[in-house]
T-cell receptor, first 116, second 112 residues
Framework: EPEVTQTPSHQVTQMGQEVILRCVPI?????FYWYRQILGQKVEFLVS????????KSEIFDDQFSVERPDGSNFTLKIRSTKLEDSAMYFC??????????????FGNGTRLTVT | GNSVTQMEGPVTLSEEAFLTINCTYT??????LFWYVQYPGEGLQLLLK?????DKGSNKGFEATYRKETTSFHLEKGSVQVSDSAVYFC???????????FGAGTILRVKS
């Protein structure tokens, strides 16, 4: 069964550094998402992406964050200048159509980001 | 705003015990409700869903019934196995929305 793949599985970075989290969504999917989970807290929506542009973003997704689909297969999340509070598990997800009642998200295994 | 509240874990059970993980929601409207599961080292997988009141979602022996009157979607399984050890997330999505709202997750540990 096709899977969403994320790399790396764990990334450690110093505060103030830029990081890029990478995702390869399922190939025929059209909608892409990033969620994150700070340890012990809820899984939170960050951003959705469709047709090469952001379709919705949360208040967490400020100017330090950006997303890109640089080619036909990758979907990346960039954090320009990491802060300690960016430490979290970041999940990429995709769906063939807009997620809703009958179209669940397919999630990757996540990237654990640790900012020191 | 819309939100999901789950019982705190970890929940530790012996094999073949009965499982209930409570989930309640707050929503301005009529959401669809989901349970996702995350096995160790893996991503979030859809376990089951229900799209309207009184619907029962079921999969792999797990069940949950959408109760509008109590705004609940409790997860149950009659006899758990060690392989059910995972983190379980309750989530909702509104008809007009395109993003899932998750609960905090409940760790389940099943001992043999």
């Amino acid at each position: 069964e096709p899977e969403v793949t994320q790399t790396p599985s764990h990334q450690v970075t110093q505060m103030g550094q830029e990081v890029i989290l990478r995702c390869v969504p399922i190939s025929n999917h059209l909608y892409f998402y990033w969620y994150r989970q700070i340890l012990g807290q809820k899984v939170e929506f960050l951003v959705s992406f469709y047709n090469n542009e952001i379709s919705e973003k949360s208040e967490i997704f400020d100017d330090q964050f950006s997303v890109e689909r640089p080619d036909g297969s990758n979907f990346t999340l960039k954090i320009r200048s990491t802060k300690l509070e960016d430490s979290a598990m970041y999940f990429c997800a995709s769906s063939p159509v807009v997620v809703g009642y009958n179209s669940p998200l397919h999630f990757g295994n996540g990237t654990r980001l640790t900012v020191t | 705003g819309n939100s999901v509240t789950q019982m705190e874990g970890p929940v530790t059970l012996s094999e073949e015990a009965f499982l209930t993980i409570n989930c309640t929601y707050t929503a301005t409207g009529y959401p669809s409700l989901f349970w996702y599961v995350q096995y160790p080292g893996e991503g979030l997988q859809l376990l089951l869903k229900a799209t309207k009141a009184d619907d029962k979602g079921s999969n792999k022996g797990f069940e949950a019934t959408y109760r509008k009157e109590t705004t609940s979607f409790h997860l149950e399984k009659g006899s758990v196995q060690v392989s059910d050890s995972a983190v379980y997330f309750c989530a909702l999505i509104m008809m007009s929305g395109n993003k899932l709202v998750f609960g905090a997750g409940t760790i389940l540990r099943v001992k043999s």
